[in-house]
């Protein structure tokens, strides 16, 4: 095997957690962007909105492509749907607290001309590390005889 197939064997969640984490930030943040700058909505409400899109996006590619979760049991999806969610109501609510601190103090910067894009560039990097962290021990963790 080349070293680029090894070293992708090797840490293949690491790598698809960011390639799917890269591409629902792109879409939380393209959203965002949408919402405040074409369609004018107030930011927190830009922020909540861009915010469960994302998290729905998330919940499928994060089951399917990071942590291979490939049960489609109703009883199975239910629990881990339903665990999905929390944890990512959880990190949300943390990130809605976040936001409007960041806001507060300051930290309101314009980039690519969208207001407040900087606090948001920090609530994503706070909410990434939790949700690795609760999908990974909590939502989609394996149980023993599920491991290879």
Request: aromatic share 18%.
């Amino acid at each position: 095997m080349g070293v680029a197939k090894d070293l992708f064997v090797r840490y293949r969640e690491i790598i698809m957690y960011l390639i799917v984490g890269g591409a629902t930030t792109v879409i939380n943040w393209g959203s965002y962007y949408l919402f405040t700058d074409f369609l004018s909505f107030e930011l927190n409400i830009a922020n909540i909105t861009s915010w469960i899109i994302s998290v729905t996006f998330a919940f499928f590619t994060n089951k399917l492509y990071v942590f291979q979760s490939k049960h489609l049991d109703m009883k199975t999806m239910t629990k881990e749907f339903s665990a999905f969610v929390g944890s990512r109501i959880f990190t949300g609510i943390i990130a809605w607290i976040l936001f409007p601190i960041l806001l507060y103090l300051g930290i309101d910067r314009f980039i690519i001309e969208t207001p407040g894009m900087l606090a948001k560039i920090i609530t994503s990097v706070v909410e990434i590390v939790l949700n690795w962290v609760l999908s990974k021990y909590f939502v989609f963790r394996k149980k023993p005889e599920q491991t290879e």
